[in-house]
């Protein structure tokens, strides 16, 4: 598999380290200061877009032009997604987009939602717990929430609890409780590093490569898990 990123900052580096260790070759590096155009003499590549939300719309259309697949790791463009779908629809490119990439959160999730489909008629209270280390600026982090939205699937108009911990230097830990009189269960996810990341968007790149269309992660997810 040969890819080439868009977007060469912490993402964009770890990509590179972890595509060498797996021998997916990054033929380009596009940057701020040397952006991906659309007369760029590409072939047989998969983009990997890891880089600013004003960014995104433009490599949508240099894919289009171009017929590459393309990933889309980038978050902040929600504003921007029926735009970016049209372009990538209305081509013979295909992309895949995620707010997160890492297959064990994506896991998490659904366990999560199995634990409370399970769980939710009985006498459990449901919590969510989200330590981040102390610089992160946002608080839910945007797992918590997709965390709670999940849940909220069982528990309807019940607001699942989080509580957030900014301190330290913990990269990223996330609980799912539920507390009985008897008992408690405890589902926990913690990111040592940016690798799962960058190995999930290494795995949608591969998927993407030769199909159309415009798909959420989930889809991959959805081909390479075993059913539940
Ligand atoms: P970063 O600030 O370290 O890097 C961003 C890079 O994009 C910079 O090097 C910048 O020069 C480059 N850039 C800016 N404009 C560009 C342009 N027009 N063309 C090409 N490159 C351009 O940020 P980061 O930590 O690497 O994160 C990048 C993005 O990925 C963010 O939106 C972040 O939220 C997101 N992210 C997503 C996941 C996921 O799993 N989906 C995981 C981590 C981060």
Not at 84 to 111: D, K, P, Q, T
Not at 205 to 218: K, N, P, Q, S
């Amino acid at each position: 598999m040969r890819i080439a990123l868009v977007g060469y900052g912490r993402m964009g580096r770890v990509i590179d380290e972890v595509a060498a260790a797996r021998g997916v070759e990054v033929v380009e590096r596009f940057t701020r200061e040397r952006p991906l155009r659309t007369d760029a003499d590409l072939k047989d590549v998969t983009l990997v877009d890891f880089s600013v939300p004003e960014a995104v719309p433009e490599t949508a259309r240099a894919a289009a032009e171009l017929s590459l697949p393309l990933v889309i790791g980038t978050t902040g463009w929600n504003d921007h997604v029926d735009e970016v779908r049209g372009v990538i629809e209305g081509s013979r490119a295909g992309a895949v987009r995620a707010a997160n990439f890492s297959l064990g959160v994506n896991v998490f999730y659904r366990l999560a939602a199995q634990a409370s489909r399970m769980l939710a008629a009985f006498e459990y209270d449901p919590f969510i717990l989200d330590w981040h280390h102390r610089f992160k600026q946002d608080s839910p982090s945007g797992t918590a929430l997709e965390i709670r939205r999940r849940m909220s699937r069982s528990y309807g108009e019940r607001e699942v609890p989080i509580a957030c911990q900014r301190a330290g230097y913990v990269p990223s830990e996330h609980s799912v409780g539920f507390d009985s009189p008897a008992d408690t269960i405890h589902l926990q996810h913690r990111a040592r590093n940016r690798q799962g990341f960058a190995e999930g968007a290494l795995l949608a790149a591969g998927w993407i490569a030769g199909r159309g269309g415009f798909h959420d992660f989930e889809e991959v997810l959805d081909d390479v898990l075993p059913a539940a």
